[in-house]
């Protein structure tokens, strides 16, 4: 199965030859669940296990590097908070009337 990010205007795919990291929606953690979805601001989204956001939507103080082996890993408590949205799908300006 082709892992590709779960984001709704990013066309990422995991790939080997890539180092961009993919990360799995937390499925046993409710209460994070929760806030990355809110974060993915996409309508009637229900992430699976399958479900995968890459790593261009967090910050780098989302990680940890493992001193022993000097690998990145993603903060237990990390949400994504990096999106990009085209002005057509922001919500409506309140101001114009
Ligand atoms: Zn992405």
């Not at 990013?10 to 890539?18: D, G, L, M, N, V």
């Not at 929760?34 to 993915?40: A, D, L, R």
């Amino acid at each position: 199965m082709v892992i590709s990010c779960s984001d709704f205007n990013c066309t990422k795919r995991w790939s080997k030859e890539s180092d961009l990291p993919f990360h799995r929606f937390l499925l046993k953690h409710p209460e994070l669940l929760k806030k990355c979805i809110t974060s993915v601001k996409r309508k009637g989204f229900n992430p699976t296990s399958c479900s995968s956001l890459c790593g261009n939507h967090l910050r780098q103080d989302d990680y940890v590097v493992s001193p022993r082996t000097w690998k990145k890993r993603l903060k237990p408590e990390a949400v994504p908070s990096v999106f990009v949205f085209p002005t057509h799908l922001m919500p409506p300006n309140k101001q114009r009337r």
